[in-house]
């Protein structure tokens, strides 16, 4: 069920409404990420996860079943702070 919406204002935005199952997977795949908090890219999910935390969603070390339990050992995504010169392939 997730939805998104774009405002336009100073700074562009997207709303997103999510159940509580979509949030908590987002939480999942962002205690994943890797990288400096301040130089790349990374510092968004920070932002973000702020937000989902503030609204109530549990996060990724919360007891009971969580989103965060199905995630392989090991698996990490970290950002740089410089971009690569030559795209990077990710097949679903």
Do not use: W
């Not at 987002?26 to 999910?45: E, F, K, Q, S, W």
Request: aromatic share 6%.
């Amino acid at each position: 069920m997730a939805e998104a919406k774009i405002t336009t204002t100073t700074v562009k935005t997207i709303a997103l409404t999510l159940t509580v199952e979509e949030a908590e997977t987002i939480m999942a795949v962002g205690a994943m990420i890797g990288g400096d908090l301040n130089n790349t890219p990374r510092r968004h999910y920070a932002s973000a996860v702020s937000a989902l935390r503030k609204a109530g969603v549990r996060d990724f070390d919360s007891s009971g079943p969580h989103p965060y339990r199905h995630v392989v050992p090991g698996s990490v995504l970290t950002f740089t702070e410089k971009p690569r010169t030559s795209p990077h392939r990710i097949i679903f």
